[in-house]
């Protein structure tokens, strides 16, 4: 494989053009993540593929397998699947947090069958649907010891299953806790059952780039589950896109602390790294959401040596607070996407730490990644540049016609990366796909409102859809009125995100009542956590209208709650000011807020707190137009 044609200079926005002067199918890409782990395993047998901590107390204390480890693992886990009926359209559902088996069962899964990761944190009813959905028979879950809630919901999910394989904290030592007897399931521990199993090759047929790589859920905007399908060519491709950065060489670290049900975590830090051999560091099972790892965090750098992190923009808020007690020059950039990035956040983790902050942008119907930034070619406001092969183009909301250059409309996205579509059933040639609207003559429609360049960079201007993105994570707002809409007083309901400049957004909700109703915000509020089905969407806050906002032709109007939410927002945050008025407008379909000013007020305190939010704003002065 000629290292020219799989590694062309990418270093700056002009690489594009002489990238795809060569045809994608000229750069020799492996055939599916088998393929590829298979090649970093030959060209670097006895390098760190993974270092993997069991908490961030003890860091110092991981474990560790070179890429001949990984391979002997993925091997003996697939033939386990195999052995238990597992073939090419067979699902394999994994819920766990992060640990060490857990990568090299993803990577088995996709091997002997189809990787479906379930986050264990959604309500037991959600994760019914998506297991039922998936049609996977095998359960690769958190044990009582890694997991109790997870291992307590994989139990009774028992009853549609074939068989249960258990997952240990990583570096568990001593005798592992009891597993029950299952009737008609196979239950035991994963590493225990593919222990005797060939650990030197695969005992089916490999996969091809055609073949299902992955189904991973996402919420949508309907409030029903779906299931997004992978190929093994979508993961491969965006891989290496990604890899292809000539920032990051073969001697390269990289963090890795986002749930392996997330796409990022999968396509960024695992698949991404195994084209040239890199060394990943993986987190403990909580990941950036462990208090305790930001205490370390600078000490887990400097002794791992880690070039590069993935992470969203409230973790880099964090760490911008942390001090900097190590040497961490070996970190040159941090990866931020999946929300806004603030542009306080990002000037006071720059400052603070001397790192650069390199946004993008991608979404899972386009595997994952489909924009970057250059840490030395900055474009403010533009969440980066298009990775090569993928085309964007912006199109009439409501026509689809494609819109010239510059101007705002819905984002397209055409090319290897995107997906085949979700699942909607199964026939006896395997899954049946469906673009369920997304997909028009190969174009996926993201939903969100952007301008492209000419030369590729995107800037997003708001978001067609309604998701309410908090820290990173897509919260359906359907779930949120769902719940709200089974009280009994409540007649309608509206949930919208509100700015908050931990999260980007939290979610909030607008609801009307019976005539005759008792139910106070306060009530409602304790009524919606107790049944929205996943803790992060419990709205922080109910408030109650006489009616909810519609258009002309009497749809909900989102907008309107949004602006609300804003204003409220941005009042709390500057009510410190004494005068300052706050009101928000709605202009060009983008919620704006509009902070008048008295004479003697400090302007630059005020702009300083209004760049802690992710929140277009205009700033005068009273008597001034």
């Not at 073939?87 to 990577?107: K, W």
């Not at 790892?293 to 409230?314: C, D, N």
């Not at 089974?486 to 995100?497: I, Y």
């Not at 407008?585 to 630059?604: F, H, K, N, Q, R």
């Amino acid at each position: 494989m000629s290292g020219a044609s799989l590694w062309p200079r990418y270093a700056e926005p002009a690489d594009l053009a002489a990238i795809e002067a060569v045809p994608l199918a000229g750069r020799n890409l492996p055939e599916s993540t088998y393929a590829l782990l298979r090649r970093a395993a030959a060209g670097l047998p006895d390098r760190p593929a993974t270092t993997v901590l069991p908490d961030a107390a003890r860091w110092r204390e991981p474990v560790r397998r070179t890429f001949t480890e990984l391979l002997a693992d993925v091997h003996r886990y697939a033939n386990l699947l195999r052995e238990l009926g597992i073939r090419r359209g067979d699902a394999v559902a994994l819920m766990s947090p992060n640990c060490t088996d857990l990568i090299p069962a993803t990577l088995a899964a996709q091997l002997a069958g189809v990787a479906a990761p379930l986050n264990g944190g959604l309500s037991r009813e959600h994760l019914g649907k998506l297991l039922r959905l998936s049609g996977a028979r095998v359960l690769i879950t958190a044990g009582p010891e890694l997991a109790p809630e997870a291992w307590d919901t994989a139990q009774a999910f028992a009853p549609h299953l074939d068989a249960l394989l258990v997952l240990r904290p990583t570096g568990a030592a001593g005798e592992p806790a009891a597993l029950p007897a299952l009737d008609g399931v196979r239950v035991g521990y994963l590493a225990d059952l593919a222990a005797d199993h060939d650990a030197s090759d695969f005992d089916g047929e490999p996969p091809v780039a055609s073949d299902l790589a992955a189904l991973f859920h996402t919420g949508g905007t309907t409030g029903a589950p779906k299931l997004a399908a992978h190929t093994h060519a979508n993961e491969v491709a965006d891989a290496w896109m990604i890899a292809a950065n000539s920032l990051l060489d073969v001697g390269s670290v990289v963090f890795a602390a986002l749930p392996l049900f997330h796409v990022n975590a999968l396509v960024v830090t695992l698949l991404a790294p195994l084209f040239k051999g890199q060394h990943a560091v993986w987190a403990s099972p909580l990941g950036y959401r462990e208090p305790a790892l930001y205490g370390q965090f600078w000490k887990i750098v400097e002794h791992h040596r880690i070039t590069a992190m993935s992470a969203v923009p409230t973790v880099y808020a964090v760490l911008a607070q942390c001090p900097v007690d190590a040497d961490i020059t070996s970190l040159r950039y941090a990866m931020v996407g999946a929300s806004p990035l603030p542009s306080a956040v990002r000037q006071s983790f720059q400052a603070h730490t001397g790192v650069t902050l390199i946004e993008g942008y991608g979404l899972t119907e386009a595997t994952c990644a489909s924009a970057r930034s250059f840490p030395d070619d900055p474009r403010p406001g533009t969440v980066g540049q298009r990775l090569p092969y993928q085309r964007m183009k912006v199109v009439h909301p409501e026509t689809g016609d494609e819109l010239p250059r510059g101007e705002t409309g819905v984002l397209a996205i055409n090319g290897p990366t995107v997906f085949p579509g979700y699942v909607v059933g199964r026939d006896r040639n395997g899954y049946v796909l469906d673009g369920l609207g997304k997909l028009r003559d190969g174009w996926l429609d993201t939903g969100d409102l952007a301008r492209v360049d000419a030369e590729g960079f995107v800037s997003l201007a708001g978001r067609a859809k309604d998701l309410i993105i908090r820290g990173g994570h897509n919260i359906d707002p359907a779930m949120i009125e769902d719940a709200l809409l089974a009280h009994p007083q409540v007649t309608a309901a509206g949930a919208v995100g509100r700015p908050d400049e931990h999260s980007g957004e939290v979610p909030v909700a607008y609801v009307t009542l019976t005539p005759a109703a008792t139910a106070t915000e306060a009530d409602l509020l304790t009524w919606a956590a107790g049944r929205v089905p996943e803790r992060a969407a419990a709205p922080k806050a109910v408030t109650v209208l006489d009616a909810l906002p519609v258009t002309a032709v009497g749809k909900p109007y989102k907008l309107a709650l949004r602006a609300d939410a804003t204003r409220r927002a941005i009042a709390e945050a500057l009510a410190p000011f004494d005068g300052v008025t706050v009101d928000a407008v709605i202009e060009d379909g983008t919620v704006l807020a509009a902070v008048t000013l008295p004479s003697e007020v400090d302007e630059p305190k005020v702009a300083a707190t209004l760049a802690r939010y992710t929140v277009p704003t205009r700033l005068t002065f009273q008597g001034n137009p």
